[in-house]
């Protein structure tokens, strides 16, 4: 059944930039409260300011919490005060918009001898992949996640191709599509979905700090069949539609929102 999300409470991890600040700013327009996480420099607050007040321009409530989202600090601090904000009706809609990690080769490359370390390796895969089943956990053990709640999990092309210095970043996605069909079996009695969208090639600032982005973008555009990259309007819709009903019978899948550019 379709229903609304107008005064539920949205939260996004990764809200100040990208998918989850176009996220953010939709979800707004529908009406739902935001709860942001983001990680920046006080150089981007602004920016971050900014946003806040368009998003309470909406007319919703809105709290923006700079920290470290992969942190288990994190949240212990901000899952009480999710359920202070929230109260009997939890966290209607949750996106993983994380995109934190390292872009070095797994060996030396000519003119750069520089690699991933275990450590780099080990926090790529926490922040991007494996810090989903944390907060997950964290809302579910907290009474947040109420039956007809949503998840959903950013991924990309990379969870199955390889391109340079992606490596550390594509075994994040990949464990990432993994939590996702564990997640959604484990949260089925529960009546909550959990999702992964891959979006196609999209300038974000995530995207911009791959080497070679340039080329891959010219590439994107011109096979696109739309003829066009995808941009973060485009993943931000998709939310806002795939929020817009209480069943959770669509799960545990990773869905393609490129404009047909996978197919070519």
Same mark, same amino acid.
């Given at each position: 059944?379709?229903?609304?999300?107008?005064?539920?409470?949205?939260?996004?991890?990764?809200?100040?930039?990208?998918?989850?600040?176009?996220?953010?700013?939709?979800?707004?327009?529908?009406?739902?409260?935001?709860?942001?996480?983001?990680?920046?420099?006080?150089?981007?607050?602004?920016?971050?300011?900014?946003?806040?007040?368009?998003?309470?321009?909406?007319?919703?409530?809105?709290?923006?919490?700079?920290?470290?989202?992969?942190?288990?600090?994190?949240?212990?601090?901000?899952?009480?005060?999710?359920?202070?904000?929230?109260?009997?009706?939890?966290?209607?809609?949750?996106?993983?918009?994380?995109?934190?990690?390292?872009?070095? %080769?797994?060996?030396?490359?000519?003119?750069? /001898? @520089? !690699?991933?370390?275990?450590?780099? #390796?080990?926090?790529?895969? *926490?922040?991007?992949?494996?810090?989903?089943?944390?907060?997950?956990?964290?809302?579910?053990?907290?009474?947040?996640?109420?039956?007809?709640?949503?998840?959903?999990?950013?991924?990309?092309?990379?969870?199955?191709?390889?391109?340079?210095?992606?490596?550390?970043?594509?075994?994040?996605?990949?464990?990432?599509?993994?939590?996702?069909?564990?997640?959604?079996?484990?949260?089925?009695?529960?009546?909550?979905?959990?999702?992964?969208?891959?979006?196609?090639?999209?300038?974000?600032?995530?995207?911009?700090?791959?080497?070679?982005?340039?080329?891959?973008?010219?590439?994107?555009?011109?096979?696109? %069949?739309?003829?066009?990259?995808?941009?973060? /309007? @485009? !993943?931000?819709?998709?939310?806002? #539609?795939?929020?817009?009903? *209480?069943?959770?019978?669509?799960?545990?899948?990773?869905?393609?929102?490129?404009?047909?550019?996978?197919?070519?």
């Amino acid at each position: 059944m379709l229903t609304s999300v107008k005064g539920s409470w949205c939260l996004i991890l990764g809200a100040s930039s990208g998918m989850g600040r176009a996220t953010a700013l939709a979800m707004a327009k529908d009406g739902a409260n935001i709860f942001g996480v983001h990680f920046g420099t006080a150089a981007q607050q602004e920016e971050v300011d900014e946003l806040v007040e368009e998003l309470r321009a909406t007319g919703v409530q809105v709290s923006f919490h700079n920290c470290n989202a992969a942190s288990k600090q994190t949240r212990a601090e901000l899952v009480p005060l999710l359920a202070e904000l929230t109260g009997p009706g939890g966290v209607r809609v949750l996106l993983h918009s994380l995109a934190f990690g390292s872009l070095l %080769p797994f060996l030396p490359q000519h003119g750069q /001898e @520089d !690699v991933i370390t275990p450590r780099q #390796m080990d926090m790529t895969v *926490d922040v991007m992949g494996h810090s989903l089943v944390y907060w997950v956990r964290d809302l579910y053990v907290a009474g947040l996640l109420p039956r007809g709640a949503k998840v959903f999990a950013l991924t990309s092309r990379g969870d199955g191709r390889v391109m340079p210095s992606y490596g550390a970043v594509s075994a994040a996605k990949s464990a990432l599509a993994s939590h996702v069909r564990q997640l959604a079996v484990e949260l089925a009695p529960s009546g909550v979905s959990v999702n992964a969208l891959r979006a196609g090639l999209t300038l974000t600032p995530a995207l911009l700090r791959i080497p070679g982005s340039d080329g891959l973008a010219e590439h994107a555009s011109k096979s696109n %069949p739309h003829g066009r990259l995808t941009v973060p /309007e @485009d !993943v931000a819709e998709a939310v806002v #539609m795939l929020s817009a009903t *209480d069943s959770s019978w669509m799960t545990g899948n990773v869905i393609d929102v490129d404009g047909g550019e996978g197919l070519v």
